[in-house]
């Protein structure tokens, strides 16, 4: 780029270096904003007869081009792309979704000189009509050679975040006590459902039962025949592991284990298991408190029927200290 101070009456098409103010300090015109024949007059009305100015050289991109570029490439899912002011592009969602990030790859493209991009967490809710990432270009310009090699590698590698949609998802809860369910529908249904409001699901269906290997596997089962995106099992109990009531009743229904222990607080105790392609998590203790807690993490990505591993659960260490 080369900047410049030119006649405003030459400045048509050249791309503006600083804002510039009416004389009474209201903004006429943003910095990088492309100067039109209209400006030229309305600038000349404001006594304005010489501006700073730069132009695009060979192998430049100019910073909407740039951003819209990339924008394209970093998402996949429910979303739009909006362009704002000052060489940003804005990635907003067009209904209610997880986001999924690649922590790697977006640390990588961040990196770079030219381009930034700025997302929302990891496992995030976000409703329709929220904004989840902005790209930010270098002021003005971008080299092609540049924007070339970060697109080839989003391409390749990417994309960098999924806003993926919770369609029609559905919660099926287990009650379980040690002498009787119904006690623990009565101390966790309430909280459950402002729970379940804050992510826009309804509970589907729901059972209350002793917490016996037997009966909790006979539960679960009868739960599991409804399909529901997901099974929480809504305890009294703290389990020791996945040897106590409420793993040997998982193993018995076909559940596989996934994750026992959470590197979050609150719900450190949390077990994840998968029957087939549905998940089921207990997570005793968090159904007390509308509080964050695990449960408020975990909800999201397996609304949006992600399947959540091992290693990503172990990733919410960093973060995980919620109260």
Same mark, same amino acid.
């Given at each position: 780029?080369?900047a410049?101070t030119v006649d405003?009456?030459?400045?048509s098409?050249?791309i503006l270096?600083c804002?510039?103010?009416r004389?009474g300090?209201k903004?006429?015109?943003a910095?990088g904003?492309?100067i039109?024949e209209?400006?030229?007059?309305?600038?000349e009305?404001?006594g304005m007869?010489?501006?700073w100015v730069?132009e695009?050289?060979?192998?430049?991109?100019?910073?909407?081009?740039?951003?819209?570029?990339?924008?394209?490439?970093?998402?996949?899912?429910c979303y739009e792309?909006?362009?704002?002011?000052g060489?940003r592009?804005?990635?907003?969602? *067009?209904?209610?979704?997880?986001v999924?990030?690649?922590d790697?790859?977006?640390k990588q493209v961040?990196? *770079?000189a030219?381009v930034?991009?700025?997302?929302?967490l990891n496992?995030?809710?976000?409703?329709?009509?929220?904004?989840?990432?902005t790209?930010?270009s270098?002021?003005f310009?971008v080299?092609?050679s540049?924007?070339? @090699?970060?697109?080839a590698m989003l391409k390749?590698r990417?994309?960098?975040?999924q806003?993926?949609?919770?369609?029609?998802?559905?919660v099926?809860v287990?009650?379980?006590?040690p002498?009787? @369910?119904?006690?623990a +529908?009565?101390?966790f249904?309430?909280i459950m +459902?402002?729970r379940?409001e804050r992510?826009?699901v309804? *509970?589907?269906?729901?059972l209350a039962?002793v917490?016996e290997?037997?009966?909790?596997?006979?539960?679960?089962?009868t739960?599991? +025949?409804?399909?529901?995106?997901?099974?929480l099992?809504?305890?009294t109990?703290?389990?020791?592991?996945?040897e106590?009531?409420?793993?040997r009743?998982l193993a018995?229904?076909?559940?596989?284990?996934?994750?026992?222990l959470?590197?979050?607080?609150?719900?450190?105790?949390m077990?994840?298991?998968?029957?087939d392609?549905?998940?089921?998590?207990?997570?005793? @203790?968090?159904f007390?408190s509308?509080?964050?807690?695990?449960?408020d993490?975990?909800?999201?990505?397996?609304?949006a029927?992600?399947r959540?591993s091992?290693w990503e659960?172990a990733?919410?260490g960093?973060?995980?200290?919620?109260g």
């Open positions: 780029m080369k410049q405003v009456r030459e400045s098409g050249r270096c804002t510039v103010f004389s300090g903004k006429l015109l910095k904003h492309i039109s209209d400006d030229i007059r309305v600038l009305s404001e007869d010489r501006i730069t695009l050289e060979d192998g430049e991109v100019g910073e909407d081009d740039a951003v819209c570029s990339i924008a394209s490439e970093i998402a996949c899912g792309v909006k362009l704002s002011a060489g592009a804005n990635l907003v969602a *067009t209904e209610n979704c997880c999924l990030v690649d790697d790859l977006l961040n990196c *770079t030219s930034v991009i700025a997302t929302s496992f995030s809710y976000a409703i329709a009509g929220q904004r989840i990432a790209v930010k270098a002021p310009a080299a092609q540049d924007l070339d @090699g970060l697109v390749d990417g994309p960098i975040m806003a993926r949609p919770m369609r029609g998802s559905s099926a287990l009650y379980s006590d002498l009787n @369910g119904d006690r +529908r009565q101390m249904e309430n +459902r402002q379940f992510f826009g309804a *509970t589907g269906s729901s039962c917490e290997e037997g009966a909790v596997a006979r539960s679960l089962a739960l599991l +025949r409804s399909r529901p995106s997901l099974v099992v809504a305890s109990t703290a389990p020791a592991g996945p106590d009531v409420v793993g009743a018995r229904v076909g559940g596989q284990l996934e994750r026992f959470a590197p979050v607080e609150p719900g450190n105790l077990m994840l298991a998968y029957k392609d549905i998940p089921i998590v207990s997570a005793p @203790g968090c007390r509308a509080k964050p807690n695990v449960v993490l975990m909800l999201p990505p397996l609304l029927r992600y959540v091992t659960v990733c919410l960093h973060g995980g200290l919620l």
